[in-house]
Antibody, heavy 124, light 106 residues
């Protein structure tokens, strides 16, 4: 059973860079079994997939965030991370990390494991 | 961008069948998953690849996908099934979630 735990600052000022980390237990981030993903949910709104990273370092980002988003993997700590620059109030949300079951056929992928979520507020 | 449309709400009496739809152009050409999210909690996968149930998910949850519409069916709905439900699919370049449906058990 894979377990995921997000960590982050809780509050970020407008125009600054958001950094979140997800610690994985129960499997290795290098196993190749998962695409490691970030999903967010603004208050009272639907889920939005931000992107994913594979253990090789290859990434796939939501086109709406392409110029602001970076994901990385730290195999030594069994973690993966999200950086989102130039944040605004529209980035206020609960951020979830998740493990997508990896498949060569991406349309078969599904979000099997989720973290509990970490709230992030953008405010001065 | 690819949009997955769901009805905002569905109401069902205990023991009855609830159907939640997810609509998009040519949705039947891809796979659809469904997630249950209770208030203040993270989503839980209840159906993947159109109609498969993960271990631990009750048999009353089932799914189908054809044409432009995917459907999550909850048979014999129980009070514990009251939650928000989201569909999800791959749009060719990104994973996309639906607008969400609140299922209320009256």
């Amino acid at each position: 059973q894979v377990q995921l735990q997000e960590s982050g600052p809780g509050l970020v000022k407008p125009s600054e860079t958001l950094s979140l980390t997800c610690t994985v237990s129960g499997d290795s981030v290098s196993s190749g079994a998962y695409y490691w993903s970030w999903v967010r949910q603004p208050p009272g709104k639907e889920l939005e997939h931000l992107g994913y990273i594979y253990h090789s370092g290859s990434t796939n980002y939501n086109p709406s965030l392409y110029s602001r988003i970076t994901m990385s993997v730290d195999t030594s700590k069994n973690q993966f991370s999200l950086r989102l620059k130039s944040v605004t109030s529209a980035d206020t949300a609960v951020y979830f990390c998740a493990g997508i079951i990896a498949s060569a056929d991406l349309k078969r992928g599904y979000f099997r494991y989720w973290g509990q979520g970490t709230p992030l507020t953008v405010s001065s | 961008s690819y949009e997955l449309s769901q009805p905002p709400s569905v109401s069902v009496s205990p023991g009855q069948t609830a159907s939640v739809t997810c609509s998009a152009d040519k949705l039947g050409y891809t796979y659809v998953c469904w997630y249950q999210q209770k208030s203040g909690q993270s989503p839980v996968l209840v159906i993947y690849q159109d109609n498969k149930r993960p271990s631990g998910i009750p048999e009353r949850f089932s799914g189908s996908n054809s044409g432009n519409t995917a459907t999550l069916t909850i048979s014999g709905t129980q009070a514990v099934d009251e939650a928000d439900y989201y569909c999800q699919a791959w749009d060719g370049s990104n994973y996309v979630f639906g607008t969400g449906t609140r299922v209320t058990v009256l």
